[in-house]
């Protein structure tokens, strides 16, 4: 089945302690972002990824970190977590057609206490 | 920067049609799109138009497009209470990372 993995869908952690959330494709989809969801703000865009190595900012990167070392995985890094990244994390591929849209993994609910 | 902007809630009753607006201020939109969330679940694809286009059907679903006034609807054909979840309208000026920018959603309530 055709889909974007996220782990886990739910944690729980404390301000300062470093933390990735892991997200794989299956799709061979070049183009991978990652995108917060807050309470009415929508989804805003954290970081995204064109092809492997090749990376850049999105609208609300700061203390954020992700990398693309092979083309399936993209993690998402919290190098020190604070409560302000509280929030519901999506990850989401596609390929370089706009016609697809990106499709979205399941989530993933972070708390930082 | 872009914005796109919906209305936070609609009500409807089950059998009845529904129209969710979005309107938005990117006028290079390439592509604009509808995702449904439903609770605990991630962002479905629904339907997207194209910017050169007007209107779009796919079987219950209809998507209008006025790129004059940067306006963009969904209506959906005798709603269902499985219809009820949070529809996001998105907007992406294609290529240079395909970045999506959403709505803040609109909450549809499917009543008997």
């Known amino acids: 089945e055709a889909q974007v993995t996220q782990n886990p869908r739910y944690l ?14 299956n799709m061979n989809h070049e183009y991978m972002s990652w995108y917060r969801q ?7 865009q954290i970081y995204y990824s064109m ?10 990167p700061e203390g954020y970190k992700v990398s693309r070392k092979e083309k399936r995985n993209f993690p998402l ?8 990244q ?3 994390y999506f990850c989401a591929s596609s390929p370089p057609s706009g ?6 993994g399941s989530g993933t609910r972070l708390t930082v206490v | 920067g872009e914005d796109v902007e919906q209305s936070l ?45 007007d209107m779009k059907q796919d079987q219950r679903l209809t998507v209008l497009l006025n790129k004059k006034d940067k306006h963009l609807s969904l209506r959906i054909a005798d709603t269902q209470t499985g219809d009820s979840a949070i529809y996001f309208c998105a907007e992406s000026e294609w290529g240079g990372g395909n970045k999506l920018t959403f709505g803040t959603g609109t909450q549809l309530k499917v009543e008997l």
Request: proline residues 4%; contains cysteine.
């Open chain 2, 9 to 53: 809630f609609l009500s409807v009753r089950e059998g009845d049609s529904s129209v969710i607006n979005c309107t938005y201020t990117d006028s290079s939109s390439t592509y604009l799109y509808w995702y449904k969330q439903e609770p605990g679940a991630g962002l479905q694809l629904l339907t997207y138009i194209f910017s050169n286009m």
């Open chain 1, 38 to 44: 807050d309470p009415g703000l929508g989804l805003r």
């Open chain 1, 51 to 60: 092809n492997v190595e090749v990376t850049d900012k999105g609208d609300v």
């Open chain 1, 86 to 88: 509280t929030s519901l």
């Open chain 1, 99 to 104: 016609r697809y849209g990106y499709t979205f």
């Open chain 1, 12 to 25: 729980i952690t404390v301000t300062g302690k470093k933390l990735t959330v892991t997200c794989s494709q």
């Open chain 1, 77 to 84: 890094i919290l190098e020190s977590p604070s409560p302000n």
